[in-house]
């Protein structure tokens, strides 16, 4: 379902519904981390052939998947997060397929459903390495910047969610659903 040249997507629809949901199912897992490397790795060129690491052994999915007549049909949107120490949580690798970047705020909603359920899973502190070229949405979603750094040779900035905007969300398996803006 997925297809690997990210600017070459041509959709055949328009899907009205995102699911934004931690990721149960083996073929919502596959396409997270295809989606990964194709921003991470032919996109970007940050990483050569995979953007794995240590920290997908332990880190929680949590996909966009565009829907068509209500059913799930592909992965567009992806991010990972995991505890690091008690109550101190990581959000990492969000990526948003290129085709699907202007539809229905994926990407914030992505991102809310991160914070939202690590703070239902007891998170007191949510904290993402952010590229800086994404600081201004994430300050947009009561973000805090903490610092700038370098990480993979690219400027960053250590951000921290302001968790009273996000309730707890004690029902990430099915989480959020995006509506597609009409186009006029």
């Given at each position: 379902?997925?297809?690997?040249?990210?600017?070459?997507?041509?959709?055949?629809?328009?899907?009205?519904?995102?699911?934004?949901?931690?990721?149960?199912?083996?073929?919502?897992?596959?396409?997270?981390?295809?989606?990964?490397?194709?921003?991470?790795?032919?996109?970007?060129?940050?990483?050569?052939?995979?953007?794995?690491?240590?920290?997908?052994?332990?880190a929680q999915l949590i996909v966009a998947l565009s829907c068509?007549?209500?059913?799930?049909?592909?992965v567009v949107g992806t991010v990972r997060i995991h505890e690091?120490?008690?109550?101190?949580?990581?959000?990492?690798?969000?990526?948003?397929?290129?085709?699907?970047?202007?539809?229905?705020?994926?990407?914030?909603?992505?991102?809310?459903?991160?914070?939202?359920?690590?703070?239902?899973?007891?998170?007191?502190?949510?904290?993402?390495?952010?590229?800086?070229?994404?600081?201004?949405?994430?300050?947009?979603?009561?973000?805090?910047?903490?610092?700038?750094?370098?990480?993979?040779?690219?400027?960053?900035?250590?951000?921290?969610?302001?968790?009273?905007?996000?309730?707890?969300?004690?029902?990430?398996?099915?989480?959020?659903?995006?509506?597609?803006?009409?186009?006029?």
């Open positions: 379902m997925f297809v690997e040249a990210v600017d070459q997507l041509e959709c055949d629809y328009a899907p009205v519904e995102f699911r934004v949901k931690w990721a149960t199912l083996p073929w919502e897992t596959q396409e997270a981390y295809s989606l990964r490397r194709a921003v991470f790795c032919i996109e970007q060129g940050i990483f050569v052939g995979d953007d794995r690491d240590e920290t997908d052994e332990r068509v007549a209500g059913m799930p049909e592909q690091d120490e008690p109550g101190v949580w990581f959000g990492s690798r969000l990526a948003v397929h290129a085709a699907f970047r202007s539809h229905a705020k994926i990407g914030a909603t992505l991102i809310r459903l991160a914070v939202s359920s690590a703070h239902g899973q007891g998170c007191e502190t949510f904290l993402a390495h952010v590229q800086a070229q994404n600081v201004p949405l994430f300050e947009r979603l009561r973000w805090t910047s903490l610092r700038e750094e370098t990480i993979f040779g690219r400027a960053h900035h250590l951000m921290q969610a302001q968790l009273d905007a996000y309730p707890p969300c004690a029902t990430p398996q099915s989480g959020f659903v995006a509506l597609a803006r009409r186009v006029s």
